[in-house]
């Protein structure tokens, strides 16, 4: 099993910044890709940003130029810096990652219990 842990949440005022953190720890052989994705009430899980271990990274044309994703392989941990915050970016923050516990197969996906983040106007 895998567990991924999220650190950094909190409540921002419009323009101010946020950093979050996930760890992932377990029965880990590789990770090949981690990210974030959150959920704002009533709406649906949307992509945040997620980097692929091949170098590619996914963004949500909404956060670009204000977030950055940072990942450190070797500690599995991937870091959201997120900048120039506004009120629609409220949401709770999920970090997930695909994962492999053997040299065999492409891995599967899990997802942190999630942060909130709330902009305030």
């Known amino acids: 099993q895998v567990q991924l842990v999220e650190s950094g949440g909190g409540l921002v005022q419009a323009g101010g910044s946020l950093r979050l953190s996930c760890v992932a720890s377990g029965s880990i052989f590789r990770v090949n890709a981690m990210g974030w994705y959150r959920q704002a009430p009533g709406k649906q899980r949307e992509l945040v940003a997620i980097?692929?271990?091949?170098?590619?990274?996914n963004w949500s044309d909404s956060v670009k130029g204000r977030f950055t994703i940072s990942s450190d392989n070797a500690k599995n941990m991937v870091n959201l810096q997120m900048n120039s915050l506004k009120p629609e970016d409220t949401a709770v923050y999920y970090c997930?990652?695909?994962?492999?516990?053997?040299?065999?197969?492409?891995?599967?996906?899990?997802w942190g219990q999630g942060t909130q983040v709330t902009v305030s106007s």
């Open positions: 997930h990652a695909i994962v492999q516990s053997t040299q065999v197969g492409l891995g599967r996906g899990y």
């Open positions: 980097s692929f271990g091949g170098g590619t990274t």
